[in-house]
């Protein structure tokens, strides 16, 4: 197996509510089939699908599914933007769960939740800069 994500599906109860989010955060859809919302990234894709279809896809209750104590990241490329995205994400509706502050190691974040549920670092790491398109790596480039 090569190390790589290639999709992220986020399982959400309300697609369209879901889309809409990361459409104000300024991502655009993508040609998707049907039950599926599409937003491509850089070298990946998020797909955000009905909750109770990626149930019965798994065979699982819905209850019985939960959701996973995970987050997202999303790395800036300098610190002063990472209150700004926060701020982007609390006018497109999202919950700022946590402000941009300064972190012991030496980066600079803040978390927000989506209305969806979805737990997202905001995030700059002095150490980890990212390439030109986006692109990131734990130890830079």
Request: some cysteine; aromatic content about 12%.
């Amino acid at each position: 197996m090569e190390q790589r994500v290639s999709l992220i599906t986020i399982g959400v109860e309300d697609l369209e509510t879901a889309a809409v989010f990361y459409e104000k955060m300024g991502w655009q859809r993508v040609d998707s089939p049907d039950g599926v919302i599409a937003f491509d990234l850089i070298g990946q894709t998020l797909g955000l699908y009905s909750l109770a279809a990626l149930a019965d896809e798994m065979g699982m209750d819905v209850t019985t599914l939960g959701c996973g104590a995970m987050t997202l990241s999303y790395n800036c490329r300098a610190k002063e933007d990472v209150a700004a995205v926060l701020e982007r994400a609390e006018r497109a509706g999202a919950e700022v769960i946590k402000p941009a502050s300064d972190v012991f190691w030496g980066g600079h974040h803040g978390y927000f939740r989506a209305p969806d549920q979805t737990i997202w670092e905001v995030a700059f790491n002095p150490f980890s800069t990212l390439a030109a398109d986006g692109s990131f790596r734990w130890s830079g480039y």
